[in-house]
């Protein structure tokens, strides 16, 4: 089975920028409803943003205003770009492709918002 691969996590201070992104295998890419959830420490993990095959996205309105997912069928990748980061978007992402019948999830990379 194919696997999620995270990357871009990190630390920055609040008002700071990061560009998250995942990849798998091309060959399916294109079918599968791509997601960014969240947990923090202590809290269930939560959708930020989602996006269709087609690229129409939806995003939690904790965020809406900040970040922007976007993805490449052609290269397989889903992208999220977080800006204007607060100490509450501190948690570990984890990237989900969703089809009728597969759901899998990525390893999680941490993003921590701190001074």
């Known amino acids: 089975q194919a696997q999620l691969v995270e990357s871009g996590g990190g630390l920055v201070q609040p008002g700071g920028s990061l560009r998250l992104s995942c990849t798998t295998s091309?060959?399916?890419?294109?079918?599968?409803?791509m997601g960014w959830y969240r947990q923090a420490p202590g809290k269930q993990r939560e959708l930020v943003a989602s996006?269709?095959?087609?690229?129409?996205?939806n995003l939690a309105d904790s965020v809406k205003a900040r970040f922007t997912i976007s993805r490449d069928n052609a290269k397989a990748t889903v992208n999220l770009q977080m800006n204007s980061l607060k100490p509450e978007d501190t948690a570990v992402y984890y990237c989900?492709?969703?089809?009728?019948?597969?759901?899998?999830w990525g390893q999680g990379t941490q993003v921590t918002v701190s001074s």
């Open positions: 989900n492709a969703r089809s009728p019948q597969t759901n899998r």
């Open positions: 091309r060959t399916i890419f294109s079918i599968y409803v």
């Open positions: 996006i269709t095959p087609s690229g129409s996205p």
